[in-house]
Every structure is written in structure tokens, then in C-alpha cells.
């Protein structure tokens, strides 16, 4: 056990054994074991946009196989997945990483300006997988937001006393929100801030921008001076507001770019003091060699390899 690994586990004083030996087994797993940085491979988007916008670009992942073997060769900490995908493979890689489960999804066939995703597994299921935590989004600004907060307050309550640590996925989105406000930084950092508040282990947001959304918080920002207006800083702005950075937050992905601008994105997370980088799209739609190649080189700009 690291000094850093233990400095983290530190902050969550109020978990018990099992939550904090789940939450080192994944911090000490891979690549990046023993930094206190996570990269976690997340495959959730055949269940949330379709399998031929999905795994089209890529054939081979198609095959839940694929995935495993991706997050397990290219030395990922976890691998997160909703229970039919994990359910395919767990066994054949049991032990092999630490596995997560997406207890909660949704589907793009009904669109709707208040999303709401369907609890499609349960605490029983991760723990009969072997996974050493569960994964749930919300949608902070929806209209459906409390139904959302408080499921996953019983499910993380469930989760914590099995031992399991909990990841929430934080998206804000809904029809107060415009589209630019969805990743604006007032809205990343409070919709952080709202996982955190939720007892979220680790906490899964998208790399905010410099846009503004809430009029009373771009008085607050101006007034006081924060600095956005690199992702660096901005990264920094949403870390401090998860209780002064005491809570792991990672960055999603996103949509599918060019892997010079994917560096750029991470060195700037990295700089601004993320703990790491959930990337789906951006890993699994590449042929597997470009893959572990690109995930070869963000884990070693999150390790500070690769920052100059």
C-alpha cells in the first residue's frame, strides 16, 4: 500500500473495511497502481445508444470478450459494464480486474427532454459477479432528479453495507438546461458537488467548459475571481468543490475524437488535478493495437510521465 493510496482512503473515514478494500484493490490495480490515478474502461453504450453506433467502428467489440480483454491487457483499474455484458465473460476473467456493474441505464429510443435511466440490476447481482463496486448516473437538473437521488440513496446505503464502493455518474441535463449548459463549469462542479453530497466513492463527470449557465453563479464567479478559462483551471474549479478534493473524480471521454486532441484533453486534466479518466468510445471503437497504445499514453500523462 502506497502512502498516496492510503491518503485517499483516508478521506472516507466513515466506509467500512469492505468499501475501503474495493476502493484500494481498484486504486492498486494496473498501470497505474499505487498513484492514487484511476483509468477505468466503461462499456455501457450498447445498452444506452445502440450496438451498431457503438461497436460499428470496431467489430471485434461487438464480442463482450473483447472489452475485458481490452481493459485487462492495456492495464486499466476497472472495467464497468451494465449485468448482461459482465455476465457474458465474468467468469472466464474472474479475479483477472476489478469489475463494476451499471446497475442503472437507459435507451435512446424515446427521447425526452427529462431523462430518467431504469434500475436494470441490483447489490445481489455485483456481488454475485465478484464486482468491487456499482455504478449509477444521475441527472442533476432533470425534472425526474429526485427520483434518481433517492434511489441511489438506497442503493448506495445496500451497496456500502456489502462492501461495495460506489461510482456515480453525475450528467446534468434537462430542459431548464440549454445544450452549452450541460458542460458548462457552474454546472460540472455543482453537479459534482451533488455526488458527492450523495456519498459517491468516486464521482464520474464530463470535462466542463468555459461557459457559464446560472446567472447567480457567473456573479459569484467574477466576483471572487475563479479561474476558468483553461481546462487545467477548470479541472482544478471541479475537484475543489468535491470537499476541498478529498473525493476521487474522473473524467469522461466523451464523443469520439482525434487522439492528438484526446492527449491534449487529458494532459489539462491531469495539470488541473484529476485523479483519472473513464474512457469508453474513445478506447473500444479503435482496432485493439490503437487502443492499448492510447491508453498506454494516458495512463503515463496521469502518472506524470508525459506532462511537459
Given at each position: 500500500m502506497t502512502p498516496r493510496v492510503r491518503e485517499?482512503?483516508?478521506?472516507?473515514?466513515?466506509?467500512?473495511?469492505?468499501?475501503?478494500?474495493?476502493?484500494?484493490?481498484?486504486?492498486?490495480?494496473?498501470?497505474?497502481?499505487?498513484?492514487?490515478k484511476l483509468v477505468i474502461l466503461p462499456v455501457d453504450q450498447g445498452f444506452e445508444h445502440g450496438p451498431a453506433r457503438s461497436f460499428a467502428k470496431?467489430?471485434?467489440?461487438?464480442?463482450?470478450?473483447?472489452?475485458?480483454?481490452?481493459?485487462?491487457?492495456?492495464?486499466?483499474?476497472?472495467?464497468?459494464?451494465?449485468?448482461g455484458q459482465l455476465?457474458?465473460?465474468a467468469r472466464d476473467f474472474a479475479g483477472e480486474i476489478p469489475l463494476i456493474l451499471k446497475v442503472n441505464n437507459s435507451d435512446v429510443l424515446f427521447g425526452s427532454k427529462a431523462p430518467i435511466s431504469a434500475l436494470t440490476s441490483s447489490v445481489d447481482d455485483a456481488?454475485?459477479?465478484?464486482?468491487?463496486?456499482?455504478?449509477?448516473?444521475?441527472?442533476?437538473?432533470?425534472?425526474?432528479?429526485?427520483?434518481?437521488?433517492?434511489?441511489?440513496?438506497?442503493?448506495?446505503?445496500?451497496?456500502?453495507?456489502a462492501g461495495l464502493a460506489v461510482v456515480i455518474w453525475s450528467y446534468a441535463r434537462g430542459?431548464?438546461?440549454?445544450?452549452?449548459?450541460?458542460?458548462?463549469?457552474?454546472?460540472?462542479?455543482?453537479?459534482?458537488h451533488i455526488a458527492a453530497q450523495l456519498g459517491a466513492n468516486i464521482i464520474k463527470v464530463k470535462p466542463p467548459t468555459a461557459h457559464i449557465?446560472?446567472?447567480?453563479?457567473?456573479?459569484?464567479?467574477?466576483?471572487?475571481?475563479?479561474?476558468?478559462?483553461?481546462?487545467?483551471?477548470?479541472?482544478?474549479?471541479?475537484?475543489?468543490?468535491?470537499?476541498?478534493?478529498?473525493?476521487v473524480v474522473i473524467f469522461s471521454g466523451g464523443e469520439a475524437k482525434a487522439t492528438p486532441d484526446i492527449l491534449e484533453e487529458v494532459k489539462q486534466l491531469a495539470q488541473g488535478g484529476?485523479?483519472?479518466?473513464?474512457?469508453?468510445?474513445?478506447?473500444?471503437?479503435?482496432?485493439?493495437?490503437?487502443?492499448?497504445?492510447?491508453?498506454?499514453?494516458?495512463?503515463e500523462t496521469f502518472a506524470g510521465k508525459t506532462l511537459n
Open positions: 485517499i482512503l483516508s478521506w472516507y473515514g466513515s466506509e467500512n473495511i469492505g468499501v475501503l478494500t474495493n476502493m484500494a484493490r481498484m486504486m492498486n490495480t494496473g498501470k497505474l497502481a499505487g498513484t492514487g470496431n467489430p471485434d467489440a461487438y464480442d463482450p470478450a473483447y472489452h475485458f480483454e481490452l481493459a485487462i491487457e492495456s492495464g486499466c483499474n476497472a472495467y464497468a459494464a451494465p449485468v455476465e457474458a465473460c456481488l454475485r459477479l465478484g464486482c468491487s463496486g456499482i455504478g449509477f448516473t444521475i441527472y442533476p437538473g432533470s425534472q425526474h432528479r429526485k427520483q434518481m437521488y433517492e434511489e441511489i440513496a438506497q442503493i448506495s446505503q445496500e451497496a456500502k453495507k430542459e431548464q438546461l440549454s445544450k452549452e449548459g450541460e458542460t458548462g463549469i457552474d454546472v460540472i462542479a455543482y453537479s459534482a449557465e446560472q446567472a447567480e453563479a457567473k456573479k459569484v464567479y467574477e466576483a471572487q475571481g475563479i479561474k476558468v478559462s483553461t481546462l487545467a483551471q477548470r479541472t482544478e474549479h471541479v475537484v475543489k468543490s468535491c470537499f476541498n478534493g478529498k473525493r484529476a485523479f483519472g479518466s473513464i474512457m469508453g468510445r474513445n478506447a473500444f471503437q479503435r482496432p485493439k493495437k490503437e487502443a492499448l497504445e492510447l491508453l498506454k499514453n494516458v495512463m
